[in-house]
């Protein structure tokens, strides 16, 4: 007769417990899920990024192209090791891109910091070859 009434509450302690268990499944469901949220937004912005960087690249090569059209053959010869640095960074840039969707989250935090190092350097070089163009074709 005291194990039948003992049951109940032994019933009862295994629901709580059950129903605790699920109720954290689903709290760490929701904690993923936001995680999840965030590292896609920043893949999303890291994407934006690039793609800005590669305007960019394409605005100076333009602007070296419409400036050589009428330059002398010796400028235009200066200026071909540099037009092929843009489009190996340009080309660099669009690698990232198809990488980005590639990456883990394990992987995630390197990956971005190296982009962030490149883009740094790529925006010192377009600034001066911004510099160079104004020096050899405006100046």
Avoid: Y
Wanted: net charge negative; glycine share 4%; hydrophobic share 35%.
């Amino acid at each position: 007769m005291k194990i039948l009434m003992k049951l109940p509450l032994g019933v009862a302690v295994i629901a709580c417990m059950l129903l605790f268990v699920q109720c954290e499944s689903k709290k760490n469901a929701s904690a993923n899920s936001e995680i999840v949220k965030e590292w896609q937004e920043e893949k999303q912005e890291l994407k934006n990024e690039v793609n800005v960087m590669i305007g960019e690249i394409d605005e100076e090569l333009e602007d070296i192209q419409a400036n050589l059209e009428d330059a002398k053959a010796e400028t235009k010869e200066e200026w071909k090791e540099t037009i092929a640095e843009l489009k190996g960074d340009r080309s660099k840039l669009e690698k990232t891109l198809d990488n980005i969707e590639d990456q883990t989250e394990d992987s995630w935090d390197s990956f971005k910091d190296n982009v962030e190092d490149g883009f740094e350097k790529m925006e010192a070089k377009i600034e001066e070859v911004g510099e160079n163009i104004e020096e050899t074709f405006e100046g």
